[in-house]
Each structure stands twice: as C-alpha cells, then as structure tokens.
C-alpha cells in the first residue's frame, strides 16, 4: 500500500446520510470510502430494542462489506455505528471487530471501539453522556463504557426511536443539561446527528472535551492508519496514542 494516501473503509449502515460529515474530519493524507451495510425497518426494533441492536454485531453482512475493501488495500475498515457495536454491553464491540477481521487483513474499528479509545487517549475515566436514543439503550451505552474503566456520572436521553433530526442548538442544549461538574468529557453518540460545527463552541463554553460519534470514529481509524495529524475538530486530535 502507498503510505502516503492512507485509504479508510467505513461500513456505515443503510440509514447513514452524512459521508460529506465524516470528510470534514479527515486529514487531506487520508481517503474515505463508504459502503453501506443492510438495517433492519424501525418496526424490526420492538419490542426489545437493545437486545435486536445487540444482535446486529454479529451480522455476516459486516464481514461481507469488510471483504468489498479489499481491492483497494485499506489500512483501517472500521463500522460506522455507535448503537449496534454497544447494545450488548461491555465487550459488545468484539463482535463488531471479529466480524470485520473475517473479512479484511485490515485494522478493524467501530465507533464504540473508538470511544474508548479517545477516552484512554485523553485520560478520561468519568463521562457525561448527551444521548438521543431511548433510556435503555443509554444504558447500554453506560454498561459498555464501564466494561472498559470509563465511569458515567450524568447522562440524558432524548428518547428518539426513529431518526434524529437535531438543530446545533438542539444538541448544545442536550450537552450543557447532561453535564457534571464531576465529568472530563461530553460524549454525544449517534452517528447521523451534524456535530463538526458544533464541536469547538461546546468545548469553548463548557470547558472540556467533547467526544462524538463521526469524531472518534475517523480519529481512531486515522490514528490505525498511522496517521499523527493533530489538525482536526475537537481536542483529542492533539492526542496521537490509540
């Protein structure tokens, strides 16, 4: 592979709509490529919401949209989706990651994966979470971090069950609510809510750092990739170690 254009696959489930999101926070040494993994209708999701989003991990298709990078050599696949590499609690990632690596030689990620490891980038041992989905799949949120020495001191949960449509204000005001005093971070998981413009103002008045979805998710592909470009959105990019 020619290191210097690293290539990134990014699985990122049917119901993904921002890829240009995801570009503004890529280094230029970077390429994105996108393919899409099937998902289920809303009504497939009840009753027992985090139980079906758990199941998702274990989806053959995964390992199948991780073989479609093949040809074009990537350094890092990483899945795209906060919710389903979660829902089954601490370790709910692995799943995720075993699915990729039967698919690819590639390092493997997902956004979950990635959230942890900004967290031990930062030294973050204690979050507050601005979450849109429903309170139990919050939870699962909470018991995956907690599996991996991150403590919850706050979180809020808006309660969507369908697609998020969130202004900027909408989403600072979630993240000023769900903040604590004990908190070293605001992490906001969803990875179809616009968070890039948001990033800077929320760390600037709130004073910490804010961690969301598409964010962690480039960061730690990018930081696989070998990349140490410390030029992107939100401080954890001032942080090379994965």
Not at 123 to 142: C, H
Not at 155 to 164: A, F, I, L, N, T
Not at 232 to 242: P, S
């Given at each position: 592979m020619?290191?210097?254009?690293?290539?990134?696959?990014?699985?990122?489930?049917?119901?993904?709509?921002?890829?240009?999101?995801?570009?503004?926070f890529?280094?230029?040494?970077?390429?994105?490529?996108?393919?899409?993994?099937?998902?289920?209708?809303?009504?497939?999701?009840?009753?027992?919401w985090?139980?079906?989003?758990?199941?998702?991990?274990d989806?053959?298709?995964?390992?199948?949209?991780?073989?479609?990078?093949?040809?074009?050599?990537?350094?890092?696949?990483?899945?795209?989706?906060?919710?389903?590499?979660?829902?089954?609690?601490?370790?709910?990632?692995?799943?995720?990651?075993?699915?990729i690596?039967r698919?690819?030689?590639?390092?493997?990620?997902?956004?979950?994966?990635?959230?942890?490891?900004?967290?031990?980038?930062?030294?973050?041992?204690?979050?507050?979470?601005?979450?849109?989905?429903?309170?139990?799949v919050?939870?699962?949120?909470?018991?995956?971090?907690?599996?991996?020495?991150?403590?919850?001191?706050?979180?809020?949960?808006?309660?969507?069950?369908?697609?998020?449509?969130?202004?900027?204000?909408?989403?600072?005001?979630?993240?000023?609510?769900?903040?604590h005093?004990?908190?070293?971070?605001i992490?906001?998981?969803?990875?179809?809510?616009?968070?890039?413009?948001?990033?800077?103002?929320?760390?600037?008045r709130?004073?910490?750092?804010?961690?969301?979805?598409i964010?962690?998710?480039?960061?730690?592909?990018?930081?696989?990739?070998?990349?140490?470009w410390?030029?992107?959105?939100?401080?954890?990019?001032?942080?090379?170690?994965?």
């Amino acid at each position: 592979m020619n290191m210097s254009v690293r290539r990134i696959g990014v699985i990122y489930p049917e119901n993904g709509i921002l890829e240009q999101e995801f570009e503004k926070f890529a280094p230029q040494e970077v390429t994105l490529h996108f393919t899409r993994s099937r998902w289920p209708a809303s009504e497939w999701f009840r009753p027992n919401w985090p139980d079906r989003m758990a199941s998702l991990a274990d989806d053959p298709d995964i390992a199948a949209c991780a073989k479609l990078f093949n040809q074009i050599d990537p350094a890092v696949v990483t899945f795209a989706c906060t919710s389903a590499s979660f829902a089954a609690g601490a370790g709910g990632d692995l799943a995720v990651l075993e699915n990729i690596r039967r698919g690819t030689n590639a390092k493997a990620s997902s956004t979950s994966t990635a959230y942890l490891a900004a967290c031990s980038a930062l030294g973050i041992k204690r979050v507050a979470i601005a979450s849109v989905y429903v309170e139990s799949v919050t939870r699962r949120f909470v018991d995956f971090l907690s599996g991996g020495g991150v403590e919850t001191v706050s979180h809020q949960s808006v309660g969507w069950e369908r697609q998020p449509e969130l202004t900027a204000e909408d989403v600072f005001r979630l993240a000023s609510e769900c903040d604590h005093p004990d908190a070293q971070v605001i992490l906001i998981p969803q990875t179809n809510i616009l968070t890039s413009e948001l990033i800077p103002l929320v760390e600037e008045r709130l004073g910490k750092p804010v961690l969301t979805a598409i964010q962690v998710t480039v960061w730690h592909a990018v930081r696989l990739a070998g990349s140490s470009w410390d030029g992107g959105i939100g401080r954890v990019w001032k942080e090379n170690q994965v």
